[in-house]
C-alpha cells in the first residue's frame, strides 16, 4: 500500500476558509499557519475544563477553575481607582469578584440573592481569594444553567487574534479533516496501539468532557500520544535519512590487524577495560567496511576515551592514511597531544599540533606538512576545521567532547576531507553521558557505544555541601591536604555569564588564598590568560610543581592530573548537575581516596538542594544524567537550547521517552516498506527548511 504524494490534493489554501481576507491571513503566517492543514496541527496549548464546578470552599491560589454561588452583595469602592467588587458565596466558602473596567449596568445586574457563574484565575487578594475580571453570568437562582460537554482548547495566539476566530478557522479546517492523509500505516498503529490521524486530531481540538484534563497535562491522553509519536517519527526519519545519505557515501577501509596497534597497548601500564575492548571492537567492525562510521562513545569522565580514540587513529595510519584529533580547548587538545607523543612516539609516528594561536609562519608550515601527508596523526581544535588546511588523505576524525557540538555542525565537519562521494570515518567522544532514549533521538544519524565501567582501583570521590560561611574551614583542609603532598583544584564560578567577571573572581581567590596559604603554592588558569601562560601552569600543576590550582570552569571537561585529590568549588549550587559532574571528574583519577566539596551560599532553592544532594548521593554520570532531564529538560541536556535544535511542538522527550524504541522500530519499517511517506512526515512536522542533513 503506498500512495502516490503528488496525487494529494491537500486540504487547500487558507483563502478559501470562510473570513479569511488579506490582512488575517497575514497574522495567521505570523503563526506560520499557511496553508489549511497547518492549522490542524496548530495545537492547543492548554484546555479550560468547564465542564464541573469547584466548590469554594477548595479553592486554592493560582488555580484556574469554574466557580457558582450566591451573590451577597456587590459595591463599588473608590481606593486609587473606582472598583467593582462582588461578593459570592456557595456554602462552601466565599470569593471576591474584582473588576476595573465596568458599566453601571453590570453592576445593577448583580442583584443580592443572585446566581452567578465565573470563569478565572483564582488570586490571593488583599483580604480573602478573588478573580480579577472573570468571565461571568448572572442568572435566576431557580434557572439551570448547563454545563459544558467538552473542554474548552486554549491555543497559542498572536497579537490581533482572538481564540474565537482562531477557533472558528480550526473548526472550518475540521470540516476538511477526512480529506487529510494519514501517513502511518495501519500496521504500525495497531502494533502501537495508537488511534488514527482524523481520531487523534479531532480529539485534541475538542475533546468531549470523557477527557481527563489531568491524563492531557501528564501526556497520557492516546490521541496526544499519537501525535507525540509521529513527530517523534518525522524527526527519527529525518536523521535516519541523513544517516543513509552519509552511507551511502564511501569511505576507506582502514587496517584493524597492522603491528602498531599491539605494539602501543603492550607500552601502555595498564590493560584495557572489557568495556574499552568492546568499543575498540564496535570501531574495528565499522572501518573494516568501505561505508562512513558514524559512531558516538559515551563514557563518563576518566573512563578511558583517550586510549581508545588513540587505538582508532592506529586504525588509519596503519592502512596508510591521516587521522585528525579535535577537541574544544587548547588545554584538552594539548592534553591529547602529550599522550598520544607519549604513547606514539616510541614507535617512531610523529604527532602533529594545530590550534589557532600558533604563529602565523607555523600554521603555514603545518598546513603544507598536513596537505603534503608528511603529518599522519593531527591534534588540533577547531582550527583543524578552517578552510585553509586541507588534507592529503584523511580517513579517520575524532572528536572529542562533543557535547558542544550541534547535529548541524557535526555534519558540516564531515565535509572536511571530502572528495566527490568520499568522507573520513568519524568518531565523536562525549563525558556526558545521555540517557539512552534521549540519545537514541537526539542522535539518530549516529551509532552508539558505551563505555559503561571505570578502569580499576579508582575509589569513588566523597563529596559533601558546606555553606560558604565555613570558609575558613575549607581553607584548612586544604591547607592539611596540600602538607599531605596531595593536589588542589579550586573551581570559582559566577552566575554571570561574562568571562571578565569570572576570571576577576578568579584572581581575588588566588590572592587571597595565596595571603592565607602562605607555604603552599598556588598557580591560576583562566579563559582570559594567553594559551602559552594557561598551559605553562597546568605544566606545572601536572609536574607537582604547584598544589593548588586555582580555575574558573576552563577545566570542567577532560584535564587529567592523577595526584589531585581534593576539589572545591564555590558557588556549587549555581552550576548544572552536569557541570558540577565534569568538574568533579577531575579528582578520583589516582589511587588515593579524593573528595569533593561543595561550597554553597545559603539560603538553598528548591533545585539547588536537589542538585547537591544528588552530586552527594551518587558518582554514575547516567544517574547524574538522568536527574539532571528531569531539572532542567532535554534541551539544556544536550546543549541545544540556543540552537533550536530538538524542539518538538507536540512530543516532550521527558515525558515520551517510553515510547522511543518503538519509534526508532517504525522509523524503520516506513523506510523499508513505505518509502513514499517518508517525505510527507517529514515534511508535516519538520517544515522544509529545518531538515536535518540537507547538507549530508
Ligand atoms: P576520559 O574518558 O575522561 O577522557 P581519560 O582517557 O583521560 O578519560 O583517562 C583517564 C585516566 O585513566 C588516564 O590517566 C588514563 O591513562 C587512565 N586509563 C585509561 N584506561 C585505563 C585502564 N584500562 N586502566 C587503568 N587506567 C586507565
Ligand atoms: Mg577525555
Same mark, same amino acid.
Given at each position: 500500500?503506498?500512495?502516490?504524494?503528488?496525487?494529494?490534493?491537500?486540504?487547500? /489554501?487558507?483563502?478559501?476558509?470562510?473570513?479569511?481576507?488579506?490582512?488575517?491571513?497575514?497574522?495567521?503566517?505570523?503563526?506560520? $499557519?499557511?496553508?489549511?492543514?497547518?492549522?490542524?496541527?496548530?495545537?492547543?496549548?492548554?484546555?479550560?475544563?468547564?465542564?464541573?464546578?469547584?466548590?469554594?470552599?477548595?479553592?486554592?491560589?493560582?488555580?484556574?477553575?469554574?466557580?457558582?454561588?450566591?451573590?451577597?452583595?456587590?459595591? !463599588?469602592?473608590?481606593?486609587?481607582?473606582?472598583?467593582?467588587?462582588?461578593?459570592?458565596?456557595?456554602?462552601?466558602?466565599?470569593?471576591?469578584?474584582? +473588576?476595573?473596567?465596568?458599566?453601571? /449596568?453590570?453592576?445593577?445586574?448583580?442583584?443580592?440573592?443572585?446566581? !452567578?457563574?465565573?470563569?478565572?484565575?483564582?488570586?490571593?487578594?488583599?483580604?480573602?481569594?478573588?478573580?480579577?475580571?472573570?468571565?461571568?453570568?448572572?442568572?435566576?437562582?431557580?434557572?439551570?444553567?448547563?454545563?459544558?460537554?467538552?473542554?474548552?482548547?486554549?491555543?497559542?495566539?498572536?497579537?490581533?487574534? #482572538?481564540?474565537?476566530?482562531?477557533?472558528?478557522?480550526?473548526?472550518?479546517?475540521?470540516?476538511?479533516?477526512?480529506?487529510? %492523509?494519514? &501517513?502511518?500505516?495501519?500496521?504500525?498503529? #495497531?502494533?502501537?496501539?495508537?488511534?488514527?490521524?482524523?481520531?487523534?486530531?479531532?480529539?485534541?481540538?475538542?475533546?468531549?468532557? /470523557?477527557?481527563?484534563?489531568?491524563?492531557?497535562?501528564?501526556?497520557?491522553?492516546?490521541? #496526544? %500520544? =499519537?501525535?507525540?509519536?509521529?513527530?517523534?517519527?518525522?524527526?527519527?526519519?529525518?536523521?535516519?535519512?541523513?544517516?543513509?545519505?552519509? *552511507?551511502?557515501?564511501?569511505?576507506?577501509?582502514?587496517?584493524?590487524?597492522?603491528?602498531?596497534?599491539?605494539?602501543?597497548?603492550?607500552?601502555?601500564? +595498564?590493560?584495557?577495560?572489557?568495556?574499552?575492548?568492546?568499543?575498540?571492537?564496535?570501531?574495528?567492525?565499522?572501518?573494516?567496511?568501505?561505508?562512513?562510521?558514524?559512531?558516538?562513545?559515551?563514557?563518563?569522565?576518566?573512563?578511558?576515551?583517550?586510549?581508545?580514540?588513540?587505538?582508532?587513529?592506529?586504525?588509519?595510519?596503519?592502512?596508510? =592514511?591521516?587521522?585528525?584529533?579535535?577537541?574544544?580547548?587548547?588545554?584538552?587538545?594539548?592534553?591529547?597531544?602529550?599522550?598520544?607523543?607519549?604513547?606514539?612516539?616510541?614507535?617512531?609516528?610523529?604527532?602533529? &599540533?594545530?590550534?589557532?594561536?600558533?604563529?602565523?609562519?607555523?600554521?603555514?608550515?603545518?598546513?603544507?606538512?598536513?596537505?603534503?601527508?608528511?603529518?599522519?596523526?593531527?591534534?588540533?581544535?577547531?582550527?583543524?576545521?578552517?578552510?585553509?588546511?586541507?588534507?592529503?588523505?584523511?580517513?579517520?576524525?575524532?572528536?572529542?567532547?562533543?557535547?558542544?557540538?550541534?547535529?548541524?555542525?557535526?555534519?558540516?565537519?564531515?565535509?572536511?576531507?571530502? /572528495?566527490?562521494?568520499?568522507?573520513?570515518?568519524?568518531?565523536?567522544?562525549?563525558?556526558?553521558?545521555?540517557?539512552?532514549?534521549?540519545?537514541?533521538?537526539?542522535?539518530?544519524?549516529?551509532?552508539?557505544?558505551?563505555?559503561?565501567?571505570?578502569?580499576?582501583?579508582?575509589?569513588?570521590?566523597?563529596?559533601?555541601? !558546606?555553606?560558604?560561611?565555613?570558609?575558613?574551614?575549607?581553607?584548612? =583542609?586544604?591547607?592539611?591536604?596540600?602538607?599531605?603532598?596531595?593536589?588542589?583544584?579550586?573551581?570559582?564560578?559566577?552566575?554571570?555569564?561574562?568571562?571578565?567577571?569570572?576570571?576577576?573572581?578568579?584572581?581575588?581567590?588566588?590572592?587571597?588564598?595565596?595571603?592565607?596559604?602562605?607555604?603552599?603554592?598556588?598557580?591560576?588558569?583562566?579563559?582570559?590568560?594567553?594559551?602559552?601562560?594557561?598551559?605553562?601552569?597546568? #605544566?606545572?600543576?601536572?609536574?607537582?610543581?604547584?598544589?593548588?590550582?586555582?580555575?574558573?570552569?576552563?577545566?570542567?571537561?577532560?584535564?587529567?592530573?592523577?595526584?589531585?585529590?581534593?576539589?572545591?568549588?564555590?558557588?556549587?549550587?549555581?552550576?548544572?548537575?552536569?557541570?558540577?559532574?565534569? $568538574?568533579?571528574?577531575?579528582?578520583?583519577?589516582?589511587?588515593?581516596?579524593?573528595?569533593?566539596?561543595?561550597?554553597?551560599?545559603?539560603? $538553598?532553592?528548591?533545585?539547588?538542594?536537589?542538585?547537591?544532594?544528588?552530586?552527594?548521593?551518587?558518582?554514575?554520570? +547516567?544517574?547524574?544524567?538522568?536527574?539532571?532531564?528531569?531539572?532542567?529538560?532535554?534541551?539544556?541536556?544536550?546543549?541545544?537550547?540556543?540552537?533550536?535544535?530538538?524542539?518538538?511542538?507536540?512530543?516532550?522527550?521527558?515525558?515520551?521517552?517510553?515510547?522511543?524504541?518503538?519509534?526508532?522500530?517504525?522509523?524503520? *519499517?516506513?523506510?523499508?516498506?513505505?518509502?513514499?511517506?517518508? %517525505?510527507?512526515? !517529514?515534511?508535516?512536522?519538520?517544515?522544509?527548511? %529545518?531538515?536535518?542533513?540537507?547538507?549530508?
Amino acid at each position: 500500500m503506498t500512495t502516490d504524494v503528488q496525487e494529494q490534493p491537500g486540504l487547500g /489554501s487558507l483563502r478559501e476558509l470562510r473570513g479569511v481576507g488579506p490582512k488575517l491571513q497575514e497574522k495567521l503566517e505570523r503563526l506560520g $499557519l499557511t496553508r489549511v492543514e497547518d492549522l490542524l496541527f496548530h495545537l492547543p496549548l492548554r484546555y479550560q475544563d468547564r465542564t464541573r464546578i469547584t466548590p469554594m470552599g477548595s479553592l486554592q491560589h493560582d488555580m484556574e477553575v469554574l466557580v457558582e454561588g450566591t451573590i451577597d452583595y456587590a459595591e !463599588i469602592a473608590f481606593r486609587r481607582r473606582r472598583t467593582l467588587l462582588c461578593h459570592v458565596s456557595d456554602g462552601t466558602g466565599s470569593i471576591l469578584l474584582r +473588576f476595573f473596567h465596568f458599566s453601571n /449596568s453590570q453592576k445593577l445586574a448583580m442583584e443580592r440573592g443572585r446566581s !452567578i457563574r465565573c470563569y478565572g484565575v483564582v488570586r490571593r487578594g488583599p483580604s480573602s481569594l478573588e478573580m480579577v475580571h472573570p468571565e461571568y453570568r448572572v442568572f435566576k437562582e431557580d434557572q439551570e444553567e448547563p454545563l459544558d460537554t467538552a473542554l474548552h482548547p486554549v491555543y497559542p495566539a498572536t497579537e490581533g487574534l #482572538q481564540q474565537k476566530s482562531l477557533s472558528r478557522l480550526i473548526d472550518q479546517a475540521i470540516d476538511r479533516l477526512d480529506r487529510l %492523509q494519514d &501517513w502511518l500505516p495501519e500496521e504500525i498503529l #495497531q502494533d502501537a496501539g495508537l488511534p488514527g490521524l482524523k481520531d487523534a486530531l479531532l480529539e485534541m481540538h475538542r475533546p468531549d468532557a /470523557s477527557v481527563s484534563i489531568i491524563d492531557l497535562v501528564e501526556g497520557r491522553n492516546r490521541a #496526544q %500520544q =499519537r501525535l507525540a509519536f509521529e513527530e517523534l517519527l518525522a524527526h527519527q526519519l529525518s536523521l535516519g535519512r541523513a544517516r543513509l545519505r552519509v *552511507r551511502s557515501l564511501s569511505a576507506d577501509v582502514l587496517k584493524t590487524e597492522g603491528a602498531m596497534i599491539p605494539a602501543v597497548r603492550q607500552a601502555l601500564p +595498564f590493560s584495557l577495560t572489557a568495556a574499552q575492548q568492546r568499543v575498540l571492537d564496535e570501531i574495528a567492525r565499522d572501518v573494516s567496511v568501505p561505508a562512513p562510521m558514524l559512531r558516538l562513545v559515551q563514557g563518563d569522565v576518566g573512563s578511558g576515551k583517550t586510549v581508545v580514540a588513540a587505538q582508532a587513529c592506529l586504525m588509519a595510519i596503519e592502512a596508510g =592514511r591521516q587521522a585528525a584529533v579535535m577537541a574544544p580547548t587548547e588545554i584538552l587538545a594539548g592534553q591529547h597531544l602529550e599522550k598520544f607523543r607519549e604513547w606514539f612516539e616510541p614507535l617512531g609516528l610523529e604527532v602533529a &599540533w594545530l590550534s589557532g594561536s600558533m604563529k602565523a609562519a607555523e600554521r603555514r608550515e603545518m598546513n603544507a606538512r598536513i596537505a603534503s601527508g608528511e603529518a599522519s596523526i593531527i591534534i588540533g581544535t577547531h582550527a583543524l576545521f578552517q578552510d585553509e588546511v586541507s588534507f592529503s588523505d584523511l580517513a579517520l576524525v575524532v572528536i572529542d567532547e562533543q557535547h558542544r557540538f550541534g547535529v548541524h555542525q557535526r555534519m558540516s565537519l564531515r565535509d572536511k576531507g571530502r /572528495s566527490d562521494k568520499h568522507i573520513p570515518h568519524q568518531l565523536i567522544m562525549t563525558a556526558t553521558p545521555i540517557p539512552r532514549t534521549l540519545a537514541m533521538t537526539a542522535y539518530a544519524d549516529l551509532d552508539l557505544s558505551i563505555i559503561d565501567e571505570l578502569p580499576p582501583g579508582r575509589t569513588p570521590v566523597k563529596t559533601v555541601a !558546606i555553606a560558604d560561611k565555613r570558609r575558613a574551614e575549607v581553607v584548612d =583542609r586544604v591547607r592539611h591536604a596540600c602538607t599531605e603532598g596531595r593536589q588542589v583544584y579550586w573551581v570559582c564560578t559566577l552566575i554571570e555569564e561574562s568571562e571578565a567577571l569570572q576570571c576577576e573572581a578568579a584572581e581575588v581567590t588566588a590572592t587571597q588564598l595565596a595571603d592565607a596559604l602562605p607555604e603552599v603554592g598556588i598557580g591560576l588558569v583562566h579563559g582570559r590568560m594567553k594559551s602559552a601562560d594557561k598551559e605553562h601552569v597546568m #605544566q606545572a600543576f601536572k609536574n607537582g610543581e604547584l598544589d593548588l590550582l586555582v580555575a574558573t570552569t576552563v577545566i570542567e571537561v577532560g584535564v587529567d592530573v592523577p595526584n589531585a585529590s581534593l576539589m572545591i568549588i564555590e558557588n556549587a549550587e549555581r552550576l548544572g548537575l552536569s557541570q558540577l559532574h565534569q $568538574l568533579r571528574g577531575r579528582v578520583g583519577r589516582g589511587s588515593t581516596e579524593s573528595s569533593c566539596v561543595l561550597m554553597y551560599h545559603p539560603p $538553598l532553592g528548591e533545585n539547588g538542594r536537589r542538585r547537591l544532594t544528588a552530586m552527594r548521593e551518587t558518582t554514575d554520570g +547516567f544517574e547524574i544524567a538522568r536527574i539532571d532531564l528531569e531539572l532542567r529538560g532535554p534541551g539544556e541536556v544536550l546543549g541545544t537550547r540556543q540552537t533550536g535544535e530538538m524542539q518538538f511542538r507536540i512530543a516532550d522527550l521527558l515525558r515520551d521517552q517510553a515510547m522511543v524504541p518503538e519509534v526508532q522500530q517504525a522509523a524503520r *519499517r516506513l523506510m523499508e516498506q513505505y518509502p513514499d511517506h517518508v %517525505q510527507p512526515l !517529514i515534511t508535516r512536522w519538520l517544515g522544509r527548511a %529545518q531538515e536535518y542533513g540537507s547538507i549530508g
